[in-house]
């Protein structure tokens, strides 16, 4: 597999668990947020995004929570599966759609049998 | 099947032989973008494009070039490569702008030595 998720901090749940994971940004100016999934070998997938007019949002088994007060963005994946298991990253861009897009570090998830 | 494609996906090269990256997609998408990733810095924006003809700088655009001549193509051009440049590249599309999904390819591991 490839060697992106070194040095990544890990989030290891136990199979049909919940996983929350956080994300702080930097930008208070920030108008939307996404959430994408990368396993090993492949590229970033988009799993869901949110507008900054918001503070929840729900797709199948995932819910993104904003916090704009702290600058805080999280993740929830439900009833967690082996096929959860990914770095997930969150990003950001600004107030205008033209900006450019900021990555987080990424964090791993693990899915303990 | 909509998909961004890369090529090639795996090449090793030496320093100042000047290499391109070939990114194409099929969805007709207006905005293209390039990322590079490298392990504890996560995914960073090189170069977008809006439009045909339309470029611009990222975050870390130094020693790299694009063109947008067509919708489709977005190729990333290292007239002379430098060991600093081994990365793994990924190429993305989205609708309109980087408020909307992006598609990302599967991703180019690039080595310079």
């Known amino acids: 597999g490839e060697s992106v998720g070194l040095h990544l901090p890990t989030l290891s749940v136990q199979e049909g668990d919940n996983s929350i994971i956080n994300c702080a940004y930097s930008n208070s100016a920030s108008d939307y947020f996404i959430w994408y999934k990368q396993e090993s070998g492949k590229g970033p997938q988009f799993i869901i995004d949110?507008?900054?007019?918001?503070d929840k949002r729900q797709g199948q088994r995932v819910t993104v929570l904003l916090n704009k007060t702290v600058k805080h963005l999280s993740l929830q994946i439900a009833a967690t599966q082996p096929g959860d298991s990914a770095v997930y990253f969150c990003?950001?861009?600004?107030?205008?759609?033209?900006?450019?897009?900021?990555f987080g570090k990424g964090t791993r998830l693990h899915i303990l049998p | 099947e909509a998909q961004v494609t890369q090529n090639p996906r795996y090449l090793i090269t030496v320093t100042g032989k000047k290499l391109t990256v070939t990114c194409s997609q099929n969805?007709?998408?207006?905005?293209m973008s390039w990322y590079r990733q490298d392990p504890g810095l996560g995914l960073r924006q090189i170069y977008y494009?809006?439009?045909?003809?339309?470029?611009d700088k990222g975050d870390v655009p130094e020693g790299y070039k694009v063109s947008r001549k067509e919708k489709r193509n977005f190729p990333l051009i290292l007239e002379s490569p430098s060991p600093n440049q081994t990365s793994l590249y990924f190429c993305?599309?989205?609708?309109?702008?980087?408020?909307?999904?992006?598609?990302f390819g599967p991703g180019t591991r690039l080595t310079v030595t």
């Open positions: 969805m007709n998408h207006e905005y």
């Open positions: 993305a599309s989205s609708l309109g702008g980087t408020s909307y999904e992006q598609y």
């Open positions: 990003a950001e861009n600004g107030m205008n759609r033209d900006d450019k897009i900021i």
């Open positions: 494009s809006m439009n045909v003809e339309v470029t």
């Open positions: 949110i507008r900054s007019n918001m």
